[in-house]
């Protein structure tokens, strides 16, 4: 049995049956120092816990396209070897939680740097319904990234009055992660989202077409830096405040 690794990608050629190609994972390459290194011990650990070898090949290659992309000799965490392997759709949906601004940041940062287009949109989203999908799938539409800034609780409760949010901010984060039109989900504690978007600078701001232009929190910041506001029509008959009356008044 022979494994060949190249920019190509790795082969196994085994003594019976065919050879087993995986091609290389595009990346821009800062630093191949211990990447053969990264290679054999995730081949290793891939094998011992009894991936076969095609899996343990595809394992080992997402590790070395994230050591290369490193400076220096690197680790690769398990985070970031998940995130190589599997489309950013099906990531856990806590992996598209973010807690804090630093790692807002780095998220940030790594997009910009593969020059992708970053969008935003913002909610309590205490019910979600097929108003708020439309809205969010006309966001990611408009971008290639969508982070959505979500009420915290207290924030919800000033907001809507004693009574809500329904769900608290944990299940509300959960829902819209695990929606494939979200990238990422950010609660922010102000009542609205005008530092979230300081700091986020998007090149769209994504809102419901009950808002105008003017009325959108953060449009002029967003505009300053050469971006551009996005109003989608609602969908009448969908409304939180709504469903949640009808709910606590019993009806259908």
């Not at 190609?21 to 390459?29: I, K, M, T």
């Not at 998220?107 to 969008?119: A, F, M």
């Not at 949109?121 to 969010?136: A, E, M, Q, R, S």
Request: glycine share 8%; with cysteine; hydrophobic share 45%.
């Amino acid at each position: 049995m022979l494994v060949t690794q190249s920019e190509q990608g790795m082969t196994l050629v085994p003594r019976s049956g065919e050879a087993i190609h995986v091609p290389a994972h595009p990346v821009r390459v800062r630093d191949v120092s211990g990447a053969g290194d990264t290679v054999a011990a995730v081949l290793a650990v891939a094998l011992a816990a009894g991936a076969d070898w095609e899996a343990a090949l595809r394992m080992a290659t997402a590790a070395a396209a994230v050591a290369v992309s490193k400076k220096g000799t690197a680790t690769v965490t398990s985070a970031e070897l998940r995130r190589k392997i599997l489309p950013h759709a099906f990531l856990a949906a806590e992996e598209k939680i973010i807690a804090t601004s630093g790692d807002l940041d780095a998220h940030l940062s790594d997009w910009r740097k593969q020059g992708l287009r970053i969008g935003f949109t913002n909610g309590c989203f205490d019910i979600l319904h097929p108003g708020h999908v439309k809205v969010l799938t006309a966001a990611r539409g408009a971008c290639d990234r969508l982070v959505v800034g979500l009420n915290s609780d207290a924030s919800v409760k000033r907001l809507k009055g004693e009574g809500r949010p329904v769900q608290d901010e944990r299940a509300r984060s959960e829902v819209l992660a695990a929606l494939e039109a979200v990238d990422l989900v950010f609660i922010f504690e102000e009542d609205t989202p005008i530092n979230l978007i300081t700091q986020i600078k998007p090149n769209v701001l994504v809102k419901g077409g009950d808002y105008t232009r003017a009325q959108v929190v953060g449009h002029e910041i967003v505009e300053a830096h050469g971006g551009e506001v996005l109003l989608v029509d609602i969908l009448p008959g969908f409304s939180t405040t709504s469903l949640v009356k009808r709910a606590r008044e019993g009806q259908a």
